[in-house]
């Protein structure tokens, strides 16, 4: 079974700093990665993913991943941020085209906040 | 419509009734997952269908909890004899395929006095 951690619960930022969330996943073959984020009171919308092919991945509102297989790993960065991106980021890993086992599993989250 | 509706968006319930929340996905996706988020806690998967079969019921907590998707369309949680700990977010999305992005409805609020 696969499953995923964020080892970072809560982080805070100033303003125009850089950004990494930590993602690790646990999966016995190749996975399929996401990255949602979910803003206060909203639902959860995908910000970037990665299948297969070139390991860093864009995504929306300027953020981006890299697939690290010898790491297991999928962080997220942005290079500056905005006060607008303090929400909560999941990261999840799919399994999918195995029968019984299609589901998205997600990490336990990591709140973003950002100060002035 | 244009994205996946749930209903209601909050419910509050007594300790020991049955509730159902529902799920309208995107018209034309045929997968079809339920999610439960606590407070502060991650999303806990609870059941995923294909069409309306549910190859994966690995998530659903207990016997209290059932549900069912017709037509390949909409889908109903049900909860019997709620209880305190069922109070969470439940989340549905839904997808095109398997592999493709998965679209999340705003969620029901589930709370249970």
């Known amino acids: 079974a696969q499953s995923v951690t964020q080892p970072d619960i809560h982080i805070t930022v100033s303003e125009g700093a850089s950004l990494e969330l930590r993602c690790n996943y646990s999966?016995?073959?190749?996975?399929?990665l996401f990255w949602y984020v979910q803003s206060p009171g909203q639902g959860l919308q995908l910000l970037l993913k990665y299948f297969s092919g070139d390991t860093l991945v864009q995504g929306i509102k300027g953020f981006e991943a890299e697939f690290k297989r010898s790491q297991s790993s999928f962080n997220l960065r942005k290079p500056s941020v905005h006060w607008s991106d303090a929400a909560e980021y999941f990261c999840a890993v799919g399994a999918f085209f195995n029968f019984g086992n299609e589901k998205l599993t997600f990490g336990t989250g990591t709140r973003l906040t950002i100060i002035p | 419509g244009a994205g996946v509706s749930q209903s209601p968006s909050n419910k509050v319930t007594e300790k020991g009734k049955d509730v159902e929340l529902r799920c309208d996905p995107i018209?034309?996706?045929?997968?079809l997952y339920w999610y439960r988020q606590s407070l502060g806690q991650g999303l806990e998967f609870l059941i995923y269908?294909?069409?309306?079969?549910?190859?994966?019921k690995s998530g659903l907590p207990s016997d209290r909890f059932s549900a069912e998707r017709t037509g390949g369309s909409v889908s109903t949680l049900t909860i019997q004899r709620t209880q305190q700990e069922d109070s969470a977010v439940y989340l549905c999305?839904?997808?095109?395929?398997?592999?493709?992005?998965?679209?999340f409805g705003q969620g029901t609020r589930l709370t249970v006095v």
């Open positions: 018209s034309g996706h045929t997968a």
């Open positions: 269908f294909q069409g309306n079969s549910a190859p994966d």
């Open positions: 999305a839904s997808s095109e395929n398997q592999g493709a992005e998965a679209f």
């Open positions: 999966y016995g073959a190749t996975p399929y």
